[in-house]
């Protein structure tokens, strides 16, 4: 009988102790990315950011910039409905986040806009707590709306941003310090860059090819440095300050540890 009664005290302690069985914390995973990279084309599509998912009604709670100037979900560029022509977007399951890049040339509404989402653990939950955006238009670097649509649906028709398969896989560090090679060499002119041949730069509307290696300008420091990478897709898309002023975003694709495609926007103004 002490047996049992025994056993049974520590059983109950046991209980006690382990506690009720509880939710698993939300997971970061692509399929959780993919779906909030989808929310923000829809809610940009309509100009309604309480359409984007895992954010507060008010959007009270995050931070957002555009053109790296701190601004408001009501006065920024996600409550402008577009037509978009074009998007496609990278997904960091080790940070939690994402960048989209969307065009569109709507009369009068001509842009090519390229945004980070962060997200952070809110309890149980993942939630929005970050947005940035670079949106440009007439009057920024090489802009031209109707030339960058036509080269980047054209590589994505092509498969040049598919999926890479799992045994041909960079690292992220790899994936990471070919974007960082780049942009040092504009500093830095005995940076070794990991160019690809052949490789192909959207600078702009301005499709440059076979070569990247051509133009880089000399003296320019890229400071303040945002990532997003994608192993699965061999991507990297980096926000900074070109030459210490300008908000910049350069997406490279990387494969085999060279660079194979590069995209830039410049805010000019």
Known sequence: MLLLSTLFTLGSLSSVALGAP??????????????????????????????????????????????????????????????IDHNRSTYDTTQCATYTEL???ETNKQHVIGTQLRFSPAGDTLSLSKIETIVTSTGDWLFNPSQTLKYSSQESSQGLWDEIPLAKRDTRAVIQAAGDAYLDVFSNKSVKVPWGNPCARLEGGSYIQPSCNVGVPSGIRNVNRRYVVDEVL??????????????????????GGKLRLVHTMTVMK
Do not use: M, W
């Open 234 to 255: 061999g991507t990297v898309d980096v926000f900074f300050d070109f030459a210490g002023a300008e908000p910049d975003s350069h997406e490279f694709r990387v494969e």
């Open 103 to 105: 065009i569109t040339t």
């Open 22 to 83: 509880t939710a698993p914390a939300a997971t970061c995973d692509r399929d959780f990315l993919k779906a909030q990279a989808a929310s923000y084309v829809a809610a940009q599509k309509a100009g309604t950011p309480s359409l984007l998912t895992n954010s507060s009604s008010s959007g009270s709670t995050i931070t957002y910039t555009q053109n790296f100037k701190t601004a408001t979900l009501s006065s920024s560029i996600l409550s402008t409905p577009l037509r």
